[in-house]
């Protein structure tokens, strides 16, 4: 079946599943689960979470929570709807275990995100909104997009994560350059400030980052990161390196490549940043995790939290359980 197809007919089939009780007989409550876990001040009934990606318009949290993850992030969520990049746009591959996506950001806008995680009722995990701008905002304009994303999601997010590294908006990358992450982290920060006083309560601001960093880049980011306060850091996205599935002939498809080829790339950057950073600013570590010892590796690399995805697609909800067991 075409993958993209695959996915809206399975996160379909979540929701009826969920809604008709028969998500609950065949995937019932897991209480060993449980490994509560205070990270950014918030405390993760376990250390694994859904990356971004999956679930887009946050429709479908209540039916992954019960699978078992610890929190789940929705989106990447913009200001207005969009439909993204043309079709076909996602492709597998499956010796590799892997997914090429140049999806472009399609979402129904952050109004109907808000509105769809205000109507979970079941999931008692965290949830996180990832946020990005529209394709049409030029970079000049991006902190307007990522502002209104930040004050409309702040009153039912458990925290908040900047998407500066897709691969698959037009120079979006280029605002992980030190001087321009700089002056968004410290716009944000200061709305994240008076948001707070406003609400009564915090929401952790964190910036997502890409795998295919240099170690200059990455001693120029980490500075940024602790002098402008950021509460945690994502790493990482996807890479638009090929090397390691060279050969494959959806190899040069266009977009970001997740799953296993990406885990030593990934798990270098945040393992660097990891040693810039010093213990003072959380990692969450995402990338090619697909089994409990690439669980295990990140976080001795430095993750306080683990993320899945692409894994989650071919291995299914046993994976989820098993590294929430373990860690």
Known sequence: M???TAHHLSMAGLRTAEATGMLALASPDHPELDRPVEVMG??????????????????????????GFGHVEIGTITPRPQPGNPKPRLFRLIPHEAIINRMGF?????????????????????IGF????????????????????????????????VNLSSP??????????AEASARLLETLKREQEKLAAEHGKQVPLLFKVAPDLDDA???????????GGLDG????????????????????????????????????????????LGGRI??????????????????????????????????????VREIARDL
């Open 217 to 227: 880049h990455i001693k120029d980011l980490a500075r940024v990161f602790r002098d």
């Open 2 to 4: 075409d993958p993209e």
């Open 130 to 161: 990832n946020i990005g701008k529209n394709k049409v905002t030029p970079n000049e304009q991006a902190a307007d997009d990522y502002l209104i994303c930040l004050r409309a999601a702040f009153p039912v997010a458990g925290y908040i994560a």
């Open 106 to 126: 399609n979402n129904s806008g952050i109004e109907s995100g808000v509105e769809n995680v205000s109507r979970s009722r079941r999931y008692r995990g965290v």
């Open 42 to 67: 918030l405390t993760f009934p376990n250390r694994i979470g859904l990356a971004a990606g999956l679930d887009k318009e946050g429709n479908t949290i209540d039916a992954l929570g019960r699978l």
């Open 282 to 319: 959380p990692i969450i570590g995402v990338g090619g995790i697909s089994s409990v010892e690439d669980a295990r590796e990140k976080i001795r690399a430095g993750a306080s939290l683990v993320q899945i995805y692409t894994s989650f697609i071919y291995q299914g909800p046993r994976l």
């Open 233 to 276: 850091l994502i790493a990482t996205n996807t890479t638009l390196d090929r090397e390691a599935v060279a050969g494959h002939p959806r190899a040069n498809e266009a977009g970001g490549l997740s799953g296993k080829p990406v885990f030593r790339k990934s798990t270098d950057v945040l393992a660097a940043f990891a040693a810039e």
């Open 168 to 177: 698959n908006t037009p120079g979006l990358r280029d605002l992980q350059g």
